[in-house]
């Protein structure tokens, strides 16, 4: 065998572990980049955490850990837990803890956070201690446009319930088969002065211990545009909303409809504040079915009984209970009999006073009404029937 055969039979041999040890190069350093960037991760959920923290927002975790390797990050958050601190005083207003977050993360996508809650969480109002129960069967987010300011958000819970704690024992608030928020920055819409639009969907809701109109399932569709807002960095709630009033911001309610069995309403307009931080603007609504819902209102039982003081002061300012109880005593002594049909007539005579309100309309092929629900300084007002107050957002 020559010199030149043996030499090239040797090259060719090397030819052979070229291959495995460049892939075994490669495969080092991306272990060595994917630890880099877990342990660049663990460093961004630290300066996050402190920046929610000075907007008294306070997360923690009992237990973390980062898995997930080779393509992707996982984070686990163990005893996971949220305290909003009061920055006028040393009070935490409401805290919640979760048992378990996933969050997780491409190595190819990494501004694509999602994230998996696991139930059951515990809310706690730290001003009246009332504390709350919630689960659901699947709850999930996901963040587009991490770590940056985010371009797009979702949340969306399935079979939610709230259950308001007494003692050991859990009365139910509210339940849903699925509940949906979503947000997005609108096109063409500057990082220093976002406009963000929302959608907030609601499947088979309901509320327990209001009234017996709000315990039957209804179904909820809501579309705004927030507008006003000077950027997106995590503020107190009460300082958002006072920059929001100062630069004349407003939500625009572009869309909405709400329904419960035979009752359809869909509202468009726009709600602002005022200098008091109360609710300002006016809701143009269409709703069919009012000939049911004015009786479950339960106004002639209402009468029968009689009318609390609190009652009258949000529907009649300035109305005493005394003086209904003698103006029904003086129709019964004018003509005796009167106070009683006027009582048997209450929701009569209401269906009509709004039906005088508003104009005749068509709403997915059905007779309805329409009219304006209008918010002055946080006073609720059906036309001019004063129908409930707001308390002020800060």
């Not at 515990?122 to 300011?149: C, E, I, M, Y």
């Amino acid at each position: 065998m020559s010199d030149m055969t043996v030499a090239a039979g040797r090259r060719s041999r090397w030819g052979l572990f070229i291959a495995p040890v460049l892939l075994l190069i490669l495969a080092a350093a991306w272990s060595g980049f994917w630890f880099y960037a877990a342990s660049q991760a663990e460093v961004a959920a630290d300066a996050w955490r402190a920046q929610e923290a000075k907007s008294g927002r306070i997360y923690d975790c009992a237990k973390r850990s980062i898995a997930g390797f080779p393509f992707r990050f996982e984070v686990q958050c163990n005893g996971a837990s949220v305290a909003l601190v009061s920055q006028s005083a040393s009070k935490t207003p409401f805290t919640a803890k979760l048992d378990n977050i996933l969050v997780v993360a491409q190595v190819y996508d990494p501004k694509l956070v999602i994230a998996e809650f696991k139930a059951p969480a515990t809310l706690t109002d730290g001003v009246t201690q009332t504390s709350f129960v919630v689960n659901w069967s699947k709850g999930r987010s996901s963040v587009v446009g991490l770590p940056a300011v985010p371009e797009r958000a979702s949340i969306v819970f399935e079979d939610p319930a709230i259950n308001r704690l007494d003692g050991t024992v859990q009365v139910p608030m509210a339940r849903a088969k699925q509940v949906e928020l979503h947000g997005r920055l609108a096109d063409g819409s500057s990082r220093d002065h976002p406009v963000i639009e929302t959608v907030l969907q609601i499947a088979q809701g309901s509320i327990q211990g209001v009234h017996p109109l709000l315990a039957e399932p209804f179904e909820a569709d809501v579309r705004a545009k927030v507008t006003g807002l000077s950027d997106l960095t995590p503020k107190p709630w009460p300082q958002r909303f006072r920059e929001l009033q100062a630069a004349g911001g407003h939500v625009e309610i572009v869309q909405s409809r709400i329904q419960q069995g035979d009752m359809i309403a869909v509202a468009a307009g726009t709600l602002g504040l005022s200098a008091n931080g109360r609710l300002d603007g006016e809701l143009q609504m269409t709703v069919t079915g009012l000939e049911r819902v004015i009786p479950a209102l339960g106004l002639e039982k209402m009468l029968e009984e009689g009318v609390p003081q609190a009652t009258l002061d949000r529907v009649a300012p300035g109305v005493k209970t005394q003086d209904l109880n003698n103006l029904l005593g003086a129709l019964d002594r004018a003509i005796p009999g009167l106070g009683k049909v006027v009582k048997q007539n209450a929701n009569v005579g209401l269906a009509a006073g709004i039906n005088s309100l508003g104009t005749e309309s068509t709403l997915e092929g059905k007779k309805a009404r329409s009219f304006p629900l209008r918010f002055a300084d946080g006073a609720v007002l059906l036309g001019p029937i004063r129908v409930g107050q707001i308390p002020p957002l800060y």
